[in-house]
């Protein structure tokens, strides 16, 4: 069974410029949801995506934008960086039935640095 | 505002102590109470969680107290060992599950 796995695991963006995070889900997963997590602090949750439709968003301005693709597998776009955004973003797949209900399986996280 | 409030902040525990991390929340709408534990370089890993309808759960070592009229829950560690070291986190949802909000993390050290 493979895991959650993002990409990039770290980028450097200068303020201003756009990112794209991807997430590939585990395997028979079909729900993806994006968390933010500044240092030293819990994740915050940005968007999830279930069956390709946005399926619930945090307190994330518009400039966050997400995709899902058919294979489960989800995109994190943020425009315009802002110096606050930097942070470790994680992706979490979960299904919305059997024995895992309720639990969100997370990757290792890609860390953004905004300069 | 903060749905999810997390003590302390951090904790050092001899190895074969107790650690206690301790959650409150305010909306009575959350359903489902988790307990992730995270590891440097890694993401969170679900521990152990409980539904409002049981006051107590334990897996293990792990045990979650429950407290409905107080909106609080708490995770126990017995027998606490250099290998829990972690950073724990409390999270909450409701029913169903599209929205997790977490608290703010406890670092735990356990000394040998």
């Known amino acids: 069974e493979t895991g959650v796995t993002q990409s990039p695991t770290h980028l450097i963006k200068t303020r201003g410029q756009q990112v794209t995070l991807r997430c590939s889900s585990q395997?028979?997963?079909?729900?993806v949801s994006w968390y933010q997590q500044a240092l030293g602090q819990g994740p915050q949750f940005i968007f999830q995506?279930?069956?390709?439709?946005?399926?619930g968003r945090g307190n994330f301005p518009p400039r966050f934008s997400g995709l899902q693709f058919p294979n489960y597998s989800s995109e994190l776009n943020v425009n315009a960086l802002e110096l606050d955004d930097s942070a470790l973003y994680l992706c979490?797949?979960?299904?919305?039935?059997?024995?895992?209900?309720?639990?969100?399986?997370f990757g290792e996280g890609s860390r953004l640095t905004v300069l | 505002q903060q749905q999810v409030k997390q003590s302390p902040q951090s904790l050092i525990v001899q190895k074969g102590g107790i650690s206690i991390i301790n959650c409150a929340y305010e909306n009575t709408a959350f359903d489902y109470f988790p307990w992730y534990q995270q590891f440097p370089g890694k993401g969170p890993a679900l521990l152990i969680a409980?539904?409002?309808?049981?006051s107590e759960k334990k897996e293990g070592r792990f045990t979650i107290s429950f407290n409905k009229s107080a909106k609080q829950f708490s995770l126990h560690i017995m027998d606490s060992q250099p290998g829990d070291s972690a950073t724990y986190f409390c999270a909450a949802s409701t029913d169903n599950f599209n929205k997790f909000y977490f608290g703010s993390g406890t670092k735990l050290n356990v000394k040998p």
């Open positions: 395997s028979g997963h079909n729900t």
């Open positions: 409980i539904r409002p309808d049981v």
């Open positions: 979490a797949s979960s299904h919305v039935t059997g024995p895992h209900l309720g639990e969100l399986f």
């Open positions: 995506y279930y069956r390709e439709e946005e399926n």
